[in-house]
């Protein structure tokens, strides 16, 4: 079965400095991997994706991920940190073979400090 | 380009209770997803519809049940509400019946309180 961990529950970070969320995933086959933000009272986006090809990925607000087969890790990373983003960060993975949906890890908040 | 979205965007119901939760999908998506997300928690997949048809469930029992319409907007009810219901339950819309490929565009949820 699918499973994702984030091991940290909370981060914080300076403003400028950078960052890295941790995502660990299981599963036997090859994984879409996906890196989604959520801002207080607000749904979902997705900041990146990786399927196949280059295994380090760019998304929107100057993410980047590099997915690492040998370690099972989907670690996304920010070279300097804004105050916007401060939010919880989830992981997800999905298969194929599992159909139709995406298992999430527990999410990562983050907290800018200035 | 319209969004997802949810409504009502918060519910308190009583444990026994039936609840219907209502969402239109972005423009031109015709695919919906909905996903539970309990407190400090991520989101958990309760099923996904296609054409109007079910396209996959995961681990939530029958008294989650949902609907697609033919303007691709979508209900979740879920009836004989237990405490443990409460939650964000969030919608996505998608192209296709997939979701790997396509990405999933989320609403802002509806949160709902059982009492």
């Known amino acids: 079965a699918q499973s994702v961990t984030q091991p940290d529950i909370h981060i914080t970070v300076s403003e400028g400095a950078s960052l890295e969320l941790r995502c660990n995933y299981s599963?036997?086959?090859?994984?879409?991997l996906f890196w989604y933000v959520q801002s207080p009272g607000q749904g979902l986006q997705l900041l990146l994706k990786?399927?196949?090809?280059?295994?380090l990925v760019q998304g929107i607000k100057g993410f980047e991920a590099e997915f690492k087969r040998s370690q099972s890790s989907f670690n996304l990373r920010k070279p300097s940190v804004h105050w916007s983003d401060a939010a919880e960060y989830f992981c997800?993975?999905?298969?194929?073979?599992?159909?139709?949906?995406?298992?999430f890890g527990a999410g990562t908040i983050l907290r800018v400090k200035s | 380009e319209t969004g997802v979205t949810q409504s009502p965007t918060h519910l308190i119901k009583t444990r026994g209770q039936q609840v219907t939760l209502r969402c239109s999908s972005q423009s031109g998506h015709n695919t919906v997803s909905w996903y539970q997300q309990a407190l400090g928690q991520g989101p958990q997949f309760i099923f996904q519809?296609?054409?109007?048809?079910?396209?996959g469930r995961g681990n939530f029992p029958p008294r989650f049940s949902g609907l697609q319409f033919p303007n691709y907007s979508s209900e979740l009810n879920v009836n004989a509400l237990e405490l443990d219901d409460s939650a964000l339950y969030l919608c996505a819309s998608s192209l296709g019946g997939g979701t790997l490929n396509s990405p999933l565009h989320f609403g802002n949820g509806t949160r709902l309180t059982v009492t």
């Open positions: 599963y036997g086959a090859t994984p879409y």
């Open positions: 997800a993975v999905g298969a194929k073979e599992y159909g139709n949906k995406l298992v």
């Open positions: 519809y296609y054409r109007e048809e079910e396209n």
């Open positions: 990786y399927f196949s090809g280059d295994t």
